[in-house]
């Protein structure tokens, strides 16, 4: 069975700085999709990055970066000069390729990023 | 946004009672998978429709229950409210592909008194 497991639950920096929400993922299948959602106190999961397990380049997408190391079975995520609107829960999630329920995802516990003035 | 609707925003309920949440899902998208959300948790899959069939489902008992329509609108309904049914339910559509986007509307935050 597939597993996400996100360690870190709260992580508190000062605007400006930059912070890494880590991930680390379980399973069996060789072809799976790893995802990064971002969820405001309004409560909608808003969907930043989606990586193929054959496709390891890092990604960067303006102050947002991934990392994925299939070795390590992690996928990373980091922001760079964070800003108080950052401030928000993050979700790394995974989706197999194999069944028929695509697009079903397995969430990990969550990371709560509080960025203060 | 999404496009993703969902209704009502909020709602109340007493143990024992059923209740019946809603989602419009974003055009063009023929699936739709519903997630239950506990406080301080990562949504969990209840289950998922594509064509009007149950397409997958979660850790879930049969009281959860759903349906889509001919538009890919859904319904999620829940018999025999307990308390810890308490939660955000998220409602996300995509298509019927490997590795596809879901995208979640605001979701509906129950209680159950």
């Known amino acids: 069975a597939q597993k996400v497991t996100q360690a870190q639950t709260e992580i508190s920096v000062v605007e400006k700085e930059d912070v890494t929400l880590d991930c680390v993922y379980e399973t069996r299948d060789t072809t799976y999709y790893l995802f990064w959602y971002k969820q405001p106190p309004s409560g909608e999961l808003v969907f930043l990055i989606r990586r193929n397990s054959f496709d390891e380049q890092n990604e960067i997408s303006g102050r947002y970066s991934w990392n994925f190391q299939k070795s390590t079975s992690s996928f990373n995520f980091t922001i760079t000069a964070s800003q108080v609107v950052d401030s928000a829960v993050y979700f790394c999630?995974?989706?197999?390729?194999?069944?028929?329920?695509?697009?079903?995802?397995?969430f990990g516990q969550g990371t709560i990023l509080t960025v203060h003035p | 946004e999404t496009g993703v609707t969902q209704s009502p925003t909020h709602l109340i309920k007493t143990r024992g009672q059923q209740v019946t949440l809603r989602c419009s899902s974003q055009s063009g998208h023929n699936t739709v998978s519903w997630y239950q959300q506990a406080l301080g948790q990562g949504p969990q899959f209840i289950f998922q429709?594509?064509?009007?069939?149950?397409?997958g489902r979660g850790n879930f008992p049969p009281r959860f229950s759903g349906l889509q329509f001919p538009n890919y609108s859904s319904e999620l309904n829940v018999n025999a409210l307990e308390l810890d049914d308490s939660a955000l339910y998220l409602c996300?559509?995509?298509?019927?592909?490997?590795?596809?986007?879901?995208?979640f509307g605001q979701g509906t935050r129950l209680t159950v008194v």
């Open positions: 999630a995974l989706s197999e390729a194999g069944g028929t329920s695509y697009g079903k995802l397995t």
């Open positions: 996300a559509s995509s298509f019927n592909t490997r590795g596809a986007e879901a995208f």
């Open positions: 429709y594509y064509r009007e069939e149950e397409n």
